[in-house]
């Protein structure tokens, strides 16, 4: 009995296929049966159909300044899409009526200032971020820099547009991207200067302030 036991167990072995022929099958049935996008489909890639890099996508927190005011109130927050037409929002939206200026948080180059669908639009590219490199971008604003221009931290490149803004109440749109990806452009900011309030005067020599 046990030696029957022994030889049918032998020649299941051989004739069972090999493991990596399974995974292979398997993965393909998968596919063909609309159980999950492949490798090759971009909405399940890192990168995915929107442009969007996966989470551990590292940015580098190198701004030095807000693009507008001293810490603006963020009106709506970075949403990635899923898919690339899908509901999101990719960006941020900062509170800054027509007029405020609008300024580089980082050290860049303009590689673009011009209008885009009616709408006034900057995008700086980011020095010493790799390649491609990260790129933020400003709308709806006035470009007060030509393309091609270095700009440093903290520089004026234009102000915000009267119209333009998809926002209910005066905003700028600030992106971020690397190639075709959209990130968190909060993302570039360090925490002394994201959590950092208004500047308040303090009473100097126990005068009380009026």
Same mark, same amino acid.
């Given at each position: 009995?046990?030696?029957?036991?022994?030889?049918?167990?032998?020649? /299941?072995a051989?004739?069972?296929?090999? /493991?990596?022929?399974?995974?292979?099958?398997?993965?393909?049935?998968? /596919?063909?049966?609309?159980?999950?996008?492949?490798?090759?489909?971009?909405?399940?890639?890192?990168?995915?159909?929107?442009?969007?890099?996966a989470?551990?996508?590292a940015?580098?927190?190198?701004?030095?300044?807000?693009?507008?005011?001293v810490?603006?109130?963020?009106?709506r927050?970075?949403?990635?899409?899923?898919?690339?037409?899908?509901?999101?929002? %990719?960006?941020?939206?900062?509170? /800054?009526?027509?007029g405020?200026?609008?300024?580089?948080?980082?050290?860049?180059?303009?590689?673009?200032?011009?209008?885009?669908a009616?709408?006034?639009?900057?995008?700086?590219?980011?020095?010493? &971020?790799?390649?491609?490199?990260? %790129? &933020? &971008?400003?709308?709806p604003?006035?470009?007060?820099?030509? %393309?091609?221009?270095?700009v440093?931290?903290?520089e004026?490149?234009? &102000?915000?547009?009267?119209?333009?803004?998809?926002?209910?109440?005066?905003?700028?749109?600030?992106?971020?991207?690397?190639?075709?990806?959209?990130?968190?452009?909060?993302?570039?900011?360090p925490?002394?200067?994201?959590?950092?309030?208004?500047s308040r005067?303090?009473?100097v020599?126990?005068?009380?302030?009026?």
């Open positions: 009995m046990r030696l029957a036991l022994v030889v049918a167990l032998t020649v /299941a051989l004739l069972a296929p090999p /493991a990596s022929r399974l995974f292979a099958v398997g993965v393909g049935a998968g /596919a063909g049966l609309g159980e999950g996008a492949g490798a090759g489909d971009p909405a399940s890639s890192p990168v995915g159909a929107s442009g969007r890099r989470a551990d996508d940015v580098p927190a190198i701004a030095r300044t807000w693009p507008v005011g810490r603006p109130r963020v009106l927050g970075w949403e990635p899409p899923a898919t690339v037409y899908g509901p999101g929002h %990719r960006g941020v939206d900062l509170a /800054a009526p027509p405020t200026p609008v300024r580089a948080v980082a050290d860049g180059r303009v590689s673009f200032a011009g209008r885009v009616g709408k006034g639009v900057v995008s700086v590219e980011l020095a010493g &971020t790799g390649d491609p490199p990260l %790129r &933020t &971008t400003y709308e604003v006035r470009a007060s820099v030509p %393309r091609g221009t270095e440093k931290a903290g004026v490149i234009g &102000t915000v547009e009267a119209g333009g803004s998809h926002c209910t109440a005066p905003c700028v749109h600030w992106g971020l991207l690397r190639g075709g990806a959209y990130l968190d452009p909060l993302s570039l900011l925490p002394w200067l994201l959590h950092r309030g208004p005067l303090l009473p020599l126990g005068v009380p302030l009026p």
